[in-house]
T-cell receptor, first 114, second 113 residues
Framework: SQTIHQWPATLVQPVGSPLSLECTVE??????LYWYRQAAGRGLQLLFY??????ISSEVPQNLSASRPQDRQFILSSKKLLLSDSGFYLC?????????????FGSGTRLTVV | GNSVTQMEGPVTLSEEAFLTINCTYT??????LFWYVQYPGEGLQLLLK?????DKGSNKGFEATYRKETTSFHLEKGSVQVSDSAVYFC????????????FGRGTSLIVHP
């Protein structure tokens, strides 16, 4: 069966420090991968999506970047965190080309920038 | 473009009350429709889905019917429990655009004993 792993679960980082969040998917190949951010009490904001290795599309210009070094690995990074980067970060995947499949989310990373 | 509109919350109910959370959408083509649930501090979980007009998705006592004529996918449950307290997201997925899902803003449900 397919599973998605996201870590760490919680992170407290000082302003100006780097960031690396990792997401991996098991049990499938060539998934579409997504990074979302959710501010407290708010909806979902799509940050990046990827349809294949090395293929990254950015939805919102910001202080963050994403990479997909392997088929089932999706990494969210920042060189210097801002206070406004605080939030709940969610990784998700779906089957490429399957509109009806739905999206499977990781358990999320709570990032607090202090 | 595609869009999803769902009722603003919070929705506050007593245990065993009837629940309706409204969701309407705009989309080109024939989207699939979904309801997701998010419990505090967790990621989103797929609650139910419907992939074509007049389909009814159901799970854990929740139901929603894909109404193409009214472009709606309202979530209902006959008798809510305290454990149903969560945020509910309506979403759609359509072909093209790298299958980026469109989510509503979420509706918070609070169920009191």
């Amino acid at each position: 069966s397919q599973t998605i792993h996201q870590w760490p679960a919680t992170l407290v980082q000082p302003v100006g420090s780097p960031l690396s969040l990792e997401c991996t998917v098991e049990g499938t190949s060539n998934p579409n991968l997504y990074w979302y951010r959710q501010a407290a009490g708010r909806g979902l904001q799509l940050l990046f999506y990827s349809v294949g290795i090395g293929q990254i599309s950015s939805e919102v210009p910001q202080n963050l970047s994403a990479s997909r070094p392997q088929d089932r690995q999706f990494i969210l990074s920042s060189k210097k965190l801002l206070l406004s980067d605080s939030g709940f970060y969610l990784c998700a995947w779906t089957v490429t080309g399957q509109v009806s499949y739905g999206y499977t989310f990781g358990s999320g990373t709570r990032l607090t920038v202090v | 473009g595609n869009s999803v509109t769902q009722m603003e919350g919070p929705v506050t109910l007593s245990e065993e009350a009837f629940l309706t959370i409204n969701c309407t959408y705009t989309a080109t083509g024939y989207p699939s429709l979904f309801w997701y649930v998010q419990y505090p501090g967790e990621g989103l979980q797929l609650l139910l889905k419907a992939t074509k007009a007049d389909d009814k998705g159901s799970n854990k006592g929740f139901e929603a019917t894909y109404r193409k004529e009214t472009t709606s996918f309202h979530l209902e449950k006959g008798s809510v429990q305290v454990s149903d307290s969560a945020v509910y997201f309506c979403a759609l997925s359509a072909s093209g655009g790298s299958y980026i899902p469109t989510f509503g803003r979420g509706t918070s449900l609070i169920v009191h004993p």
